[in-house]
């Protein structure tokens, strides 16, 4: 808005008309710019927990399950693996064709050459075979399966 300032009749011997503007003050308005960004922040942080995606594997059940560390390398392998012959190396996709290669690239400077495969229960053997001949080819001397214990007996 334009400031307006009342100007006084024959000010400096001139004939003026009414009103005169005089310049504006640009500011800008911060209440409702603070406002947005905070209802922005409160959406953002509810949302970021629900945009985390994981990998759903149904681990076998066992009787003899125990916790391991997380410094091993661990292989997921989804039901999935069965139309889209991709497994996850420590969270990450990897086509099973470049999978040794991948896995060579980790035992490289590793002196424990074990690897965990959590597999889905619903896997026929040759798939859980297939990954494991991978591995072998990168690499990996010792193989461990999860495992979830059974509950309830």
Known sequence: MPKVIASAPNAG???QRGRRTGPTLAEINVIPLVDVMLVLLI??????PMLQQGIEVSLPKAARSSTMSSERIFV??????????RVFLNKEPV?????GERIRQLMVNRSDKSVILRMDGQLT???QVRVIEQ?????AEQMG??????TGR
């Open 125 to 127: 053997i040759q798939h």
């Open 13 to 15: 011997g001139r004939h």
């Open 43 to 48: 959406i953002f942080m509810v949302a970021a």
């Open 145 to 150: 399966l999860a495992t979830d214990p059974i």
């Open 76 to 85: 997921d392998v989804p039901v999935s693996f069965r139309d889209e012959l």
């Open 95 to 99: 086509g099973i064709s470049i999978l």
């Open 135 to 139: 591995l072998r080819a990168g690499g």
